[in-house]
C-alpha cells in the first residue's frame, strides 16, 4: 500500500482538524485508495443524526458528543484522518446537499504514523463533487 506521499498531507491537515471541521480534501495515491481527515461514524442513522444537530445549531463537539451518548459509543462518531478505498463508497443518502457515504477504511493516521487496519465500514459526508470526508 503506497501511502507515504499522502502522509505528509495527512499530518498537516490532521494537525489543522478542528471538531467543527466536517470536510477536509483527500487526496488520492493512484491505487485507489483515498486520504481524509473529518468526521466519521459507525453508521448512516449516526451521521445522518450528527447533521442534524449541526444544522439546529449544535456545535461540533457538543453534536458528537450527544450522538455518542445516544449510541452508548464513546466512539460512534469521532474525527479522524484515515485512507479509504475510494471504490467501496455506496450507500449515498443525501442531507442538506451533501451525501453520506459508506466507505473502507483500510488505515489510521495517529499524527506520527500510518496503521493498516483490517478493512472497516464506516460513514462519512462529501460533497456532491468529490471524495470528501
Do not use: H
Amino acid at each position: 500500500m503506497r501511502l507515504s506521499r499522502a502522509a505528509a498531507a495527512a499530518a498537516l491537515a490532521l494537525g489543522s482538524a478542528t471538531p467543527g471541521n466536517v470536510n477536509a480534501g483527500p487526496m488520492d495515491d493512484g491505487d485507489g485508495i483515498a486520504i481524509g481527515v473529518g468526521i466519521i461514524c459507525n453508521t448512516p442513522e449516526q451521521m445522518e443524526r450528527l447533521v442534524g444537530l449541526r444544522n439546529d445549531g449544535e456545535e461540533m463537539q457538543r453534536a458528537v458528543l450527544a450522538v455518542n451518548n445516544e449510541a452508548r459509543d464513546p466512539r460512534a462518531c469521532g474525527v479522524a484522518a484515515v485512507a479509504f478505498m475510494s471504490d467501496k463508497m455506496v450507500d449515498m443518502k443525501n442531507v442538506q446537499g451533501k451525501q453520506i457515504v459508506r466507505i473502507n477504511v483500510v488505515a489510521t493516521f495517529d499524527g506520527r504514523q500510518w496503521s493498516p487496519i483490517p478493512a472497516m465500514t464506516q460513514y462519512a459526508l462529501i460533497e456532491p463533487k468529490g471524495f470528501t470526508i
